[in-house]
């Protein structure tokens, strides 16, 4: 069975401090790494994925995730945070392989930006 | 542009009465998605559909029903049988099931 944690509810941080949003995973095998955002009253936007390859991974609106298999993690980050980013972030997997293809969420993280 | 649009963007609904949630796309994927999100709990699925004609049921389809008669349209219908129906609900769409999911901007359901 696959399973995705976002261990912290809420994230702080100052506006212009580097930020980092956590995501561990459970697969069998490989996983498809997901990133959403979603703003109030609206629908998620997809942020960055990691398939294979380059275990760092770019995406929109400056943030990055890194891929690390060892400790099944893919954790979210951006160097310098702007109050925009104020957020609720979903971190989503699916197992390549076997298993269910239907991708499972995290229950999220309320990430907050203060000026 | 090619998207999801859910409507309404609000309902409300009386006691045994069904209430239908419309989720339409444009961007001519196959596969369509109902999520029902609650504060703190994320999003859990509700029904899936891979084809048109073609569904099956997610973690909590107890109380919904849905259709697929459209490669564009998966309306959910929220059945009298579901006794905490208020929730905000997401559709979604993606293209394959390794490439991420589309989301339409949600339905928010309330009792009256």
């Known amino acids: 069975a696959q399973s995705v944690a976002q261990p912290e509810d809420q994230v702080n941080v100052a506006e212009g401090n580097p930020l980092t949003v956590k995501c561990t995973y459970s697969?069998?095998?490989?996983?498809?790494l997901f990133w959403y955002v979603q703003y109030p009253n609206r629908g998620l936007q997809f942020l960055l994925k990691?398939?294979?390859?380059?275990?760092l991974v770019k995406g929109s609106y400056g943030f990055e995730a890194e891929f690390n298999k060892s400790q099944t993690s893919f954790h979210l980050k951006k160097p310098s945070a702007l109050v925009s980013d104020s957020a609720l972030y979903f971190c989503?997997?699916?197992?390549?392989?076997?298993?269910?293809?239907?991708?499972?969420f995290g229950r999220g993280t309320s990430l907050i930006v203060h000026p | 542009d090619g998207g999801i649009t859910q409507s309404p963007k609000y309902l409300f609904r009386k006691e045994g009465q069904n209430v239908t949630l419309s989720c339409e796309q444009n961007?001519?994927?196959?596969?369509m998605y109902w999520y029902r999100q609650d504060p703190g709990q994320g999003l859990r699925l509700i029904y899936y559909?891979?084809?048109?004609?073609?569904?099956q049921k997610g973690d909590i389809a107890e109380g919904y029903s849905v259709s697929r008669e459209k490669k564009e349209s998966f309306p959910l219908t929220v059945t009298s049988a579901q006794k905490n129906p208020t929730a905000f609900y997401l559709c979604?769409?993606?293209?394959?099931?390794?490439?991420?999911?589309?989301f339409g901007d949600g339905t928010r359901l309330s009792i009256l």
């Open positions: 990691y398939i294979t390859g380059d275990n």
């Open positions: 989503a997997v699916r197992e390549v392989s076997g298993g269910s293809y239907i991708p499972t």
């Open positions: 697969v069998s095998g490989n996983p498809y």
């Open positions: 559909s891979q084809i048109v004609n073609d569904f």
């Open positions: 961007l001519n994927h196959d596969a």
């Open positions: 979604a769409s993606s293209i394959s099931d390794y490439q991420p999911q589309h």
